[in-house]
């Protein structure tokens, strides 16, 4: 029976719903001697989530990105160790009671349990506070994500120890993109794409901001994706002015902007993507004004995009300045005022296994990185909000637009929305 469910599970992971385009157990063995090589002589320890904490009924449960990207585990409750001669991922044992509710799972006593995990060393969850005090003698210091629950504990458990944030070394490995997750990305990217074309449809005065998000979801949900990459903004009118606006219920007026920023998160991997465009079908003479402000200091962002720059807004080389310097040279409020004092966010971040993906704020853009360029106008007592935001690889002379289908230019959004009354 034991030896039969194995099977089952083993299978289950050898075929995975996104097969062609999975990381194969090589680079993530290669992920995890890069960690230990940056790590010297400590030993790193880090939890993945346990079915209980964020596996809920709304959410459904999925693994901590770092978690992932060291193991590509997806299964809850399991536990890396590293020390600086071996690394063991520990799994819980079958639990058939949790079991009937969410399904098999592969467990430390099946066989075939190291060819389904790249592990070569598979131990039991259940056993990891019995070796836990060799496994701390064999190196000097403790690296382990502190943000995570289970570090007061272990902490509790190793009081002599020293411990450090395993965030940054993690961070920095994780900002540059390897080709499978370039391409990983592209494809949330592309699926994201035509969620916005779709919305475009649906963005019309008198239908309400959830049914244009509603159109957006069920096409990458349709097309296999998992989850949103984050919580989808649709904002009408003054709405498209609030940041992180996401009840997405107000009836779209005729006249108004509609800003959609709204990306999907498929095989772990999401993409950011805004799009500003008139609920009628054509920009008036001040949208367009503005819009074209804001495109401008994004084509300024893109032109000037090359390792070597910075996301910080005090840093040198740094892009958001230049967000910064373009808003207050073109155009005006209605005070007369120039307008950079509406651009209330940061240019870009980092996009991977999360939206906004870890970084090392210490380092510049380098080769293979993924950020989005997104400069925003924000003018409540004009009840208009802009933001244009697009995916960009960096490479070796500049950056390469990974959103380069979804029309950017007022006229190009024009042509398309034009048939509408
Ligand atoms: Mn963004």
Redesign the pocket.
């Known amino acids: 029976m034991t030896a039969l469910r194995g099977f089952a599970a083993l299978a289950l992971f050898l075929f995975p719903a996104f097969g062609a385009d999975r990381i194969s157990f090589d680079e993530y063995r290669g992920r995890r001697a890069e960690l230990r090589k940056a790590n010297g002589d400590a030993v790193t320890i880090l939890f993945g989530r346990a079915e209980k904490e964020h596996g809920d009924l709304r959410s459904g449960f999925f693994q901590e990105a770092n978690f992932y990207y060291l193991t590509g585990w997806t299964e809850p409750g399991a536990i890396l160790v590293m020390t600086p001669s071996s690394e063991v991922l520990l799994i819980p044992r079958r639990n058939e009671e949790q079991e009937r509710w969410t399904g098999p799972k592969l467990a430390p006593e099946d066989s075939g349990v190291q060819a389904a995990t790249g592990f070569d060393a598979v131990m039991a969850a259940e056993t990891f506070e019995a070796n836990l005090y060799k496994w701390a003698e064999s190196g000097k210091r403790i690296f382990t994500l502190f943000d995570e629950s289970q570090v007061d504990d272990l902490k509790k458990l190793l009081p002599l120890r020293a411990f450090s944030d395993a965030k940054l070394p993690i961070a920095r490995l994780r900002m540059k993109k390897s080709p499978s997750e370039i391409a990983l990305i592209q494809h949330a990217t592309d699926v994201s794409m035509d969620a916005h074309r779709a919305a475009w449809e649906m963005a019309r005065p008198g239908a309400k901001e959830f049914q244009v998000a509603a159109v957006m979801s069920g096409l990458y949900f349709s097309a296999g994706c998992e989850r949103h990459s984050y919580a989808p903004i649709v904002g009408s009118g003054p709405n498209g002015a609030i940041l992180h606006y996401s009840k997405n219920t107000r009836t779209i007026d005729r006249g108004e902007l509609v800003l959609m920023d709204v990306a999907a998160e498929c095989a772990m991997y999401g993409s ?1 993507i805004t799009r500003t465009i008139p609920a009628n079908g054509k920009f008036t003479a001040r949208q367009r004004e503005l819009y074209d402000i804001v495109l401008g200091a994004q084509n300024a962002v893109l032109d000037a995009i090359k390792p070597g720059m910075m996301l910080g807004k005090t840093s040198p080389n740094s892009l958001n300045k230049i967000v910064v310097d373009y808003f207050n040279t073109h155009g005006k409020d209605k005070h007369g005022e120039p307008l950079g004092k509406y651009y209330t966010h940061g240019v870009s ?1 980092h996009v991977g296994l999360d939206v906004h993906d870890p970084f090392d704020p210490a380092l510049p853009l380098a080769p293979n990185m993924i950020i ?1 360029v ?1 400069p925003g106008l924000y003018i409540p007592e004009e009840g208009i909000g802009i933001r244009i ?1 697009d995916m960009v690889l960096i490479t070796e002379n500049g950056g390469k637009l990974m959103t380069a289908a979804l029309p950017r230019e007022a006229g190009e959004i024009e042509k398309i929305l034009s048939p509408r009354k």
């Open positions: 950011d971040h989005t997104e935001e």
